[in-house]
């Protein structure tokens, strides 16, 4: 697939033409980190760095009109914590830009606690974006994962954080999730119908309802309309 082109000037161009006054901007999936090819995370860590002065230079000269969530060189907690640092303190950017997982781990997995609880502490928030389930390539072979997998990729991450109380445990944490959460809006019955037969799981339609005001209102939408 080839990638379009991207400049600033073309997306205020963009922003112009459909009343749009500031954008937020990230970068996206397959993010920084590329195993087979950056064990060290060297590059990782470096391209992360570019990427948010990158954006901190963009900001500068259009202060107006753009804001900039922050990459960080994950799965490298330690790194992390260390780039998101410089980036919310010195380049002064508006918050994290996640991949929905990093080599199959998601995000509610323990192995992010540290970085949880530092975004928690600062109130960050948090753009959640899908990666590449793991595995796919001996499920669909020839079909891109983009046109289905992904949104199944952050429903994942979405009750991954659910199930192993990251979102209670970090309440300062504002997690948005792209794509309108996934397949979260269709699923979130199903999953309380199960929450009867699973520990843990309970009550995933209601902290919907509680916590996201969009996928809140797609779920009474449907809701609405199914007999």
């Known amino acids: 697939m080839r990638f379009p082109n991207w400049s600033a000037d073309k997306a205020l161009e963009v922003m112009d033409r459909n009343g749009i006054s500031t954008s937020v901007i990230s970068i996206s999936a397959p993010g920084v980190y590329f195993r087979d090819k950056d064990p060290s ?9 570019k990427t948010n002065e990158i954006c901190a230079g963009l ?15 994950l799965p490298d907690v330690d790194a992390a914590l260390e780039e998101l640092e410089y980036a919310l303190d010195v380049l002064k950017l508006d918050g994290v830009f996640l991949l929905s997982n990093y080599d199959g781990y998601y995000l509610g997995d323990t192995r992010f606690e540290r970085l949880f609880s530092e975004l928690n502490r600062r ?5 959640v974006h899908p990666a590449t389930p793991p595995g796919i390539e001996e499920i669909h072979r020839g079909v891109p994962e983009s046109m289905i997998d992904v949104c199944f990729d952050t429903t994942r991450t979405a009750l991954s954080l659910m199930v192993n109380g990251v979102t209670k445990k970090y309440p300062d944490v504002s997690f ?51 007999p």
């Open 59 to 73: 900001i500068e000269n259009h202060p107006e009109r753009f804001c900039a969530f922050a990459t960080l060189p």
């Open 123 to 127: 109130k960050v928030a948090v753009f």
């Open 41 to 49: 995370m060297e590059f990782a860590r470096g391209l992360s760095r």
């Open 176 to 226: 948005i999730l792209a794509h309108a959460g996934g397949t979260i809006p269709y699923l979130a019955a199903r999953l309380d119908i199960l929450s009867t037969l699973f520990a843990g799981l309970g009550g995933v339609s209601s902290y919907i309802a509680e916590g996201v005001d969009l996928v809140s209102q797609c779920c009474s939408q449907i809701t609405g309309i199914l």
